[in-house]
């Protein structure tokens, strides 16, 4: 290779390893990938196409789209799923954030430990006494039963990820807002909170990604009034439930919307994902 | 001065809030995350121990008795709770040993500036984030024996079909396969995450020795690793033998409880069966096992390695 690169042109030696790397980079991502294209592409085939696994070029027709959302529940489903995540992040993030904090400020390694701990048991572990409490207090199948128990995904995750964000916030900021007179309160909701805003807004799409995908804990404590979108997608896994363009049509509803959002601010993210796994 | 000014609250029930917050801040700040997860936490844990402790069976036997640890070792009397232990190691450590060995190689790949490379990355990034229910439904149809792809390719290249999620012997492999293509990119972020916060000396030393890429690799790479290697190891491990949804999904434990692994079975002897007491004492031989798996790789994290 050495010797290529010294006999080579400059510019050859440039334009050789760019097209090297880009197709490398392709024969890795693009078997990865492959699994969303074709998602996405069968979900606008014609069922009896199905049957023909090696024809990949026909008309895209949408009306998978519109028999699932007439034929499944998905839709309401969706909307259950956004409003029982969106609480859970919202609340997670809010315990996040201050546990966070403290945890980083005045050195609280046990507690951390704790909250590492309860992620420990599994989630089948405690779904059998969850469910024999939310029998008795009528919490199954209602929208605060699913909420409660999502916020055991969303609250520990707020935190270890928060923890690597706010430990990123210089501490002198804070002890020149106390020279200044500010009380340690003020200097956190004047300081620390605008200064951690981008970490907020990975934390809280993490926690709603995470809390979005959850399946096992709608599936036992949900129900027939109260489902979330991972439900109504599995129902799709009984071929007898419609027909494959259907399957890609429910599965792309609702991995689509994910995809633009890791687009947008896939640098957080991954900042996010790792930074709580390896400081915490 | 002004910004300054517009921090204080001079006096007032405010002021003594504020101060009030100030001295008891450790508590105060933790009151929501406490009350919420330890009693979220709490009561489960208390309760799991319980119900372990009863005959109870919902609809067979609703007065349940005292039984102390019977439900404890009669779970090891069920050979299918034994398959089911088999199955959640064989899928873990296959699962997880690929992730790692494909996360690793693409980390190194991540670890170099190119065109395109953030692109690239949340592209890679797609499967982690993705739900696994709904990629299950792909999958299903990738397996199918008369119209799945891969008995498509596989017969294009010459090779007779494999019954891959109806054969007892493929059905693990093709649900492996699954959790390697959904987590490689999680453990892909943690070992780059790991490779760009190294130092740089050892390798410039490594270099000027004449050492190979290989033998540098091995014996700096690696050593120097070895946190991070334990963090991915162990949050992948952890999930591996939690795994449910794509099984659930994909195969349904089938065929013939072939893929049946500890959290499935818990499940169906809870939610299907009604065992309550049963499937409780198995929930908290699971997370033994669990408990085991960490405290195992945290020796990774601890040993030192010489190089």
């Known amino acids: ?280 | 001065m002004a910004t300054t000014k517009s921090l204080k609250v001079e006096h007032g029930v405010g002021r003594r809030l504020i101060d009030w917050v100030d001295r008891h801040m450790t508590v105060v700040f933790n009151i929501p995350t406490v009350v919420f997860l330890f009693g979220l936490v709490a009561f489960p844990v208390a309760l799991v121990l319980l119900t372990s402790m009863t005959d109870w069976q919902l609809i067979l036997n609703p007065d349940p008795d005292f039984v102390g640890f019977k439900n404890y070792i009669t779970a090891w009397q069920d050979p299918r709770w034994i398959n089911a232990v088999g199955h959640t190691f064989y899928y873990a450590i296959l699962s997880v040993g690929g992730q790692f060995v494909l996360g690793m190689a693409t980390a190194l790949l991540f670890n170099r500036s190119f065109a395109g490379k953030a692109f690239y990355r949340s592209v890679w990034m797609m499967p982690m984030l993705s739900m696994s229910v709904a990629i299950s439904l792909v999958w299903i149809l990738f397996y199918d024996y008369a119209y799945g792809i891969l008995n498509l390719g596989l017969e294009g290249i010459g090779i007779e079909p494999v019954e891959w999620t109806i054969d007892p012997n493929w059905a693990m492999p093709s649900l492996i396969l699954v959790g390697i293509w959904h987590h490689t990119p999680f453990m892909t972020l943690i070992l780059l995450s790991g490779l760009q916060s190294l130092p740089q000396d050892p390798f410039e030393a490594a270099r000027i020795d004449g050492a190979s890429r290989w033998q540098i690799f091995m014996h700096v790479t690696l050593p120097l690793m070895r946190a991070h290697i334990a963090v991915a190891l162990i949050l992948r491990s952890i999930f591996g033998v939690k795994e449910f949804d794509t099984f659930l999904a994909i195969t349904d434990a089938g065929p013939m409880w072939a893929t049946e692994t500890m959290n499935l079975n818990i499940y169906f002897n809870a939610f299907e069966y009604q065992y309550m007491g049963e499937a409780a004492a198995k929930g908290v031989w699971f997370f033994f096992f669990i408990l085991a798996i960490q405290l195992v790789l945290l020796q990774l994290r601890k040993r030192k390695w010489s190089y």
Not at chain 1, 124 to 137: D, G, S
């Open chain 1, 1 to 280: 290779m050495v010797l290529l690169k010294n006999r080579l042109p400059k510019k050859l030696w440039k334009v050789l390893e760019f097209t090297t790397t880009q197709l490398m980079m392709i024969a890795v991502v693009g078997p990865f990938f492959f699994v969303f294209f074709y998602m996405f592409w069968n979900s606008l085939k014609p069922d009896y196409l199905f049957f023909e696994p090696g024809t990949w070029i026909f008309e895209p027709m949408w009306s998978n789209y519109t028999d699932v959302i007439e034929n499944s529940d998905l839709f309401p489903n969706i909307v259950n799923s956004l409003i029982i995540s969106g609480t859970a992040t919202l609340i997670g993030l809010f315990c996040g954030l201050l546990t966070s904090y403290t945890v980083t400020r005045f050195n609280m390694r046990k507690l951390v430990v704790g909250i590492l701990l309860t992620r420990m048991i599994p989630y089948i572990t405690a779904l059998v006494p969850f469910w024999i409490v939310y029998k008795h207090l009528g919490l199954l199948n209602t929208h605060v039963g699913i909420i409660l128990a999502h916020l055991v995904i969303t609250i520990p995750f707020g935190v270890w990820i928060m923890l690597g964000f706010i430990e990123d916030i210089p501490k002198e900021l804070e002890e020149a807002a106390w020279i200044d007179g500010a009380s340690r309160t003020e200097a956190f909701w004047r300081i620390v909170v605008p200064l951690s805003a981008p970490g907020m807004i990975a934390t809280a799409i993490l926690c709603f990604i995470f809390s979005w995908n959850n399946f096992m804990l709608a599936l036992v404590l949900g129900g027939f009034d109260v489902a979330t979108a991972p439900v109504s997608v599995y129902k799709y896994a009984d071929p007898e439930a419609g027909g494959s363009g259907q399957m890609m049509a429910a599965a792309t509803m609702v991995t689509i919307p994910v995809f633009f959002i890791v687009l947008a601010i896939q640098k957080q993210l991954a900042a996010g994902l790792t930074s709580g796994g390896v400081k915490g």
